[in-house]
């Protein structure tokens, strides 16, 4: 079974400070993906990654960066964090999608929410 | 670019009844399109894909039809239980296969 995991699971910073939430997958895939999840807007692509060493902006990528140090490991920074990047944070990882096998998808991990205030 | 279109914000049924969630989206290319399940205090997962080589996927119960002609791939299920009580993503990959776009979701809350 696919394994992400996400740390913290829950944090709350204030605002200005630096926020580093961290994804761990243990899949061997090489694509990994942040998202954000708010009422009425679904889930929103903010970086996403091809392999260690490699950042790609999403759809919504102001005021986050992102960093893939290895295979396994990708992680999202708010430097100066705001109260409107208050949200439940999703980190997935997946290979490439559009295939015919049936079970080609993006893996996600549990979430972490974080309370800017 | 790429968009999914989800009207149905919540949806509350009894168990038992038939399930119809719309879903329809905008592409430039021949689509490859997902519904994602996401119970309570988890990450979304997937419920199934439909190409448009097979038209129709598959899964627990759950059904999804592609109609290229209306641009929908509508989920059905003919009896929904508690244990469906979820939200409900649907989603379409873009044409290099990297990047997934999610409609807001419909949240399904059936009632025993």
């Known amino acids: 079974e696919a394994a992400v995991t996400q740390s913290p699971r829950n944090k709350v910073a204030v605002t200005g400070g630096k926020v580093t939430l961290s994804c761990n997958q243990t899949?061997?895939?090489?694509?990994m993906y942040w998202y954000r999840q708010d009422t009425g807007h679904g889930l929103r692509l903010i970086h996403y990654?091809?392999?260690?060493?490699?950042?790609e902006k999403g759809d919504i990528p102001d005021g986050y960066k992102a960093s893939r140090p290895s295979q396994e490991n990708f992680s999202l920074i708010l430097e100066l964090a705001t109260p409107s990047q208050t949200s439940v944070y999703f980190c997935?990882?997946?290979?490439?999608?559009?295939?015919?096998?049936?079970?080609?998808?993006?893996?996600f991990g549990p979430g972490t929410r974080l309370l800017v205030l | 670019g790429d968009s999914v279109t989800q009207k149905q914000g919540q949806v509350t049924l009894s168990e038992d009844d038939f399930l119809f969630i719309n879903c329809t989206y905008s592409?430039?290319?021949?689509?490859?399109l997902f519904w994602y399940v996401q119970y309570p205090g988890q990450g979304p997962q997937l419920l199934l894909k439909?190409?448009?080589?097979?038209n129709k996927g598959i899964s627990r119960g759950f059904e999804a039809t592609y109609d290229k002609g209306t641009t929908s791939f509508h989920l059905q299920k003919a009896s929904v239980q508690e244990s469906d009580s979820a939200v409900y993503f649907c989603?379409?990959?873009?044409?290099?296969?990297?990047?997934?776009?999610f409609g807001t979701g419909t949240s399904l809350l059936v009632d025993p």
């Open positions: 899949n061997n895939h090489n694509n």
């Open positions: 990654s091809y392999g260690a060493g490699s950042t």
């Open positions: 592409t430039t290319t021949y689509p490859t």
């Open positions: 997935a990882s997946g290979d490439l999608l559009g295939g015919r096998a049936d079970q080609d998808t993006q893996y």
């Open positions: 439909v190409t448009t080589a097979n």
């Open positions: 989603a379409l990959v873009d044409n290099m296969g990297y990047k997934l776009t």
